[in-house]
């Protein structure tokens, strides 16, 4: 992607933040759990206008970290544009988790419009912070720019931990501090995830779009307990 395109992105992103709180009001609206977004149909059109080459890249990463079939959940799944992506791409078998009911009928919508009545991503709605899984349910956990919606980012990461298999991991992308308007007082995502259970591997700038890096990658696996490893 050339220079002045990754600006024309940005730029979109910007303008259709503005539209989005001029007919909202404000972008988000706090619920027990998070923050929700107001307009969950512009967010879809928006996401999917200025944001599929980022979902593509994520995808392609999330792709080559899972087996084929893996079982992996998505948090703050948002219209499922992601979702759709690793289970049509990718042939993995996608669960994606909101807390709003609205992003999830969207989800399903989307997905059905993607797959017809055949197997496609499941969405249900729930909290980060309370899963409503088993215990080691899933072979990888990913999360796109939801995190610092969280009201309680640890427990949240807490919970995603829980539903790592043995050595399976969690892919959090979110926002870096003071890149993104409208974003700029929130925490690095790197101090969000103390006190979780869960160690960061690894927290690389991702690059997009082009060679800008507005959001972070962070890899994430259950901390090591004392006395034996991770559970
Ligand atoms: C900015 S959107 C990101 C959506 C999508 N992942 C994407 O990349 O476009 C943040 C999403 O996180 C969801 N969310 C906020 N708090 C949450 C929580 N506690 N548990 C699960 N989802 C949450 C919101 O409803 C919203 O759909």
Known sequence: MRLATSFAVLAGVAAAIAV?????????????GGTLINDVCAYDTMTRVL?????????????AAAPRQARVLEVGCGPG??????????????TGLDLDPAMVERARANATREFGEGP???????????????????????????MHHWDDPA?????????????????VWD??????????????PVERTHH?????????????PWKLAVTQRLELVPEVTQGGAGP
């Open 175 to 188: 926002f870096r501090r003071g890149v993104v308007p409208l974003h700029s007082d929130m925490p690095d």
């Open 20 to 32: 989005i709180r001029h007919r909202a009001g404000a972008l988000g609206r706090s619920a027990p």
């Open 51 to 63: 944001l599929g080459s980022l979902y593509r890249s994520i995808a392609a990463d999330v792709g």
């Open 155 to 171: 427990a949240g990461l807490s919970e995603i931990g829980r539903m790592l298999r043995p050595g399976a991991r969690a892919l």
């Open 81 to 94: 544009h992601l979702a759709v992506r690793l289970a049509r791409d990718y042939g993995l078998d996608v």
């Open 120 to 146: 496609r991503p499941s969405f249900v709605v729930g909290d980060v912070s309370a899963l409503p899984f088993e215990d080691k349910s899933f072979d990888l956990v990913v999360s796109t720019l939801s």
């Open 196 to 208: 979780s259970g869960l160690r960061v591997v690894s927290a690389t700038p991702w690059r997009w």
